[in-house]
């Protein structure tokens, strides 16, 4: 037994391979979100608005494909509700930062980024000047930011453990209605439970805090939340996203979220407590899905209103997740770059724009009914069938 | 080592089983014979914790794992390789095996790379596919990535439900054979099979399940010897 335990010993990485392994991805994530902030923003100059907010989309849309991919792709459990997810992040965050803002900085201009973001949620070039002096590279508003999309992600996880408790008893289309009927009531909910924004920081102030959830905006949509969303922070949890994506799909941990996919009686005879796991899925799952939602809330030129986070959104999420193949991490987000992009590119021909995308889809779907790279990566040689044929 | 008494299944207003007793002793191979629908998967399912019992129990180690969830029933010792192979098709066969250590502690880690060594061994033509996609292996080679992924677990109890399935007669062989060698090992293995000539062959003990009733039960060799079982199911009129 000796051998087995000097086995297990080399087995066993030390402190500081563990420290380097576990540290180094995040150091990467956070420098590439800091070089997007600080290299790509200013490169794209200032006539580069246009293509900044389109690579802000493509980051909140693959970490919403990505995220997805957890549930639908991973777990094969079909939810349909994915967006619903977004809007409760969304509305926790925007809820947050807004009043939150108001509350602490007190002034008129509470909701206006030009005057308390730093540098590193700065969107609009106005913002920096000449050579951005004078503006913090992190201000105290920023971290209220941050804090208001965590907590955004993390109500949104809450919800996560509430829908994946039926996914215990229920699967395929009955699990997809559900978590479509979850969307809808998320949606309803908000735009009938809650009424206009208050805009004047006095009358904030007199509200007491759990008065506030109430004023959410209702039908006509969150208005006047400040722009704090930036390539940075895009990048920043588009980045972790994908490491927890990858990190689960390469564990022991999330071996048990694909063995649930593949065969369900088998996975349990290996022991592996399928319903936690699906439980589990929908919370990590969801999470992501809140973050991204709370960032959303918080870009240039968008209009936060739950009307625009119902099934139509879910279904664009899934149709990502769908096209890349369901399973890769790769796939999803290449997909989501380019049903991102897509509708743009298509913009010269107007009002044929829609059916353009949707031939485009269609033929895809004919093309490669796995979705475009199965449930590989893009690195993997399985991903690329006609490669390996010719190589022969 | 286990002993089941006295157990009813209903599928709905169904009844599968209609009070099966049996026991397994350890280090034997015991099988369970009989014909489709008899309810022999039913059994082992229900022991696996697949299925809940409506009455009876079942004992294992001198415990009742009857209320036990299936994920824990495999960390008391009892792993099963299911009916139709349960293979997860679109992984490696590396990452199936892997899986099936999925039960076991991270302490165990230089024991589960030991076990993973002997299964190899055993099934030498998983080492040659081990990066290969699972689903794209041969009947015969996912019995074999089945059996082995149960093995992972490091079982004492193997639960086997119809390996011999869909086989060709020489990989049905080359199947029987390993699971004596298995036996041999130390594992005590519970065979559910629907080919009685070669289940008897191996096996201590027997029992054969008619819809739902044990009808007979002994030792492997005189069972074989028997006219009723020969009639029945060796093909022998």
């Known amino acids: ?392 | 080592m286990l002993e089941v008494r006295d157990l009813r299944v209903n599928y709905g207003a169904i009844r599968a089983l209609h009070g099966v007793s049996l026991r397994v002793e350890r280090g034997q191979i015991v099988t369970l014979i009989g014909c489709n629908g008899a309810g022999k998967s039913t059994t082992l399912r229900t022991i696996s914790g697949l299925i809940r019992a409506a009455s009876g129990d079942i004992v294992y180690e001198g415990k009742s794992i009857r209320s036990v969830a299936p994920h824990e029933i495999v960390r008391l010792g009892l792993a099963q390789s299911p009916e139709g192979r349960g293979i997860f098709s679109n992984m490696s066969v590396d990452e199936n095996l892997s899986l099936g250590s999925f039960a076991r502690g991270r302490h165990e880690k230089a024991a589960i790379a030991q076990d993973r060594e002997r299964a190899l061994t055993l099934f030498p033509r998983l080492r040659e596919r081990l990066r290969q996609n699972a689903g794209t292996l041969s009947g015969g080679e996912q019995q074999m990535l089945a059996m082995a992924r149960a093995l992972q677990a490091r079982p004492k109890l193997l639960l086997l439900d119809e390996p011999s399935l869909g086989l060709a007669p020489q990989i049905v062989q080359l199947i029987f054979r390993i699971i004596r060698e298995i036996n041999a090992a130390g594992t005590t293995i519970l065979l559910v099979e629907q080919n009685a000539h070669m289940a008897l062959q191996v096996a201590n003990r027997a029992y054969v399940l008619e819809v739902g009733r044990i009808v007979m039960e002994g030792d492997a060799k005189e069972l074989a010897k028997s006219d009723a079982v020969r009639k029945a199911y060796l093909g022998h009129g």
């Not at chain 1, 209605?177 to 102030?205: A, N, P």
């Not at chain 1, 031939?359 to 979705?371: S, W």
Request: hydrophobic share 50%; charged share 15%; with cysteine.
């Open chain 1, 1 to 392: 037994m000796s051998s087995l335990r000097e086995n297990a010993k080399k087995l066993t990485p030390g402190l500081g391979e563990t420290l380097v392994r576990g540290v180094w991805p995040f150091a990467a994530i956070l420098l590439a979100a800091l070089l997007m902030q600080f290299g790509l923003k200013p490169a794209l100059g200032d006539g580069g608005a246009f293509y900044t907010k389109l690579v802000l989309d493509c980051g909140i849309a693959i970490t919403l494909a990505v995220s997805l991919t957890m549930v639908n792709g991973f777990t094969g459990q079909f939810s349909m509700g994915h967006a619903a997810f977004m809007a409760v992040g969304a509305y926790a965050a925007a809820g947050i930062m807004y009043y939150g803002s108001a509350r602490v900085l007190g002034t008129e201009n509470f909701a206006d980024p030009g005057a308390h973001a730093g540098l590193i949620s700065t969107m609009l070039s106005d913002r920096q000047g000449a050579d951005g002096s004078g503006v913090p590279l992190v201000s105290g508003a920023d971290l209220l930011f941050l804090g208001a999309v965590l907590v955004g992600g993390l109500a949104a996880a809450g919800c996560g453990y509430l829908v994946g408790l039926p996914s215990l008893r229920l699967r395929g289309d009955y699990l997809a209605i559900v978590t479509l009927g979850f969307g809808e009531i998320v949606r309803v909910l908000i735009q009938s439970q809650t009424t206009d924004s208050l805009y004047d920081v006095q009358e904030i102030k007199a509200k007491a805090w759990y008065e506030l959830p109430k004023y959410l905006g209702g039908p006509v949509g969150f208005t006047g939340l400040p722009f704090y969303t930036s390539l940075f922070w895009v990048f920043l949890f588009c980045g972790l996203t994908v490491l927890v994506a990858y990190r689960l799909k390469e564990s022991t941990f999330g071996r048990a979220f694909l063995s649930i996919r593949e065969d369900e009686i088998a996975a349990e005879a290996m022991g592996v407590d399928t319903t936690r796991y699906k439980v589990r899925a929908f919370v990590i799952s969801a999470f992501f899905a809140g973050v991204a939602g709370g960032l959303y809330a918080h870009t240039v030129g968008v209009q936060l209103n739950a009307g625009e986070l119902g099934f139509v959104k879910s279904f664009d999420i899934i149709i990502m997740v769908v096209l890349g193949g369901l399973g890769s991490i790769s796939g999803a987000a290449i997909a989501a770059v380019i049903l991102t992009l897509l509708p743009e590119a298509l913009r010269d021909v107007a009002q044929y724009r829609m059916v353009a995308y949707a031939l485009a889809l269609i033929t895809i779907m004919i093309l490669r009914p796995q979705g475009l790279l199965g449930v590989h990566e893009v690195w993997n040689r399985e991903a690329w069938p006609w490669l390996r044929k010719k190589r022969k």
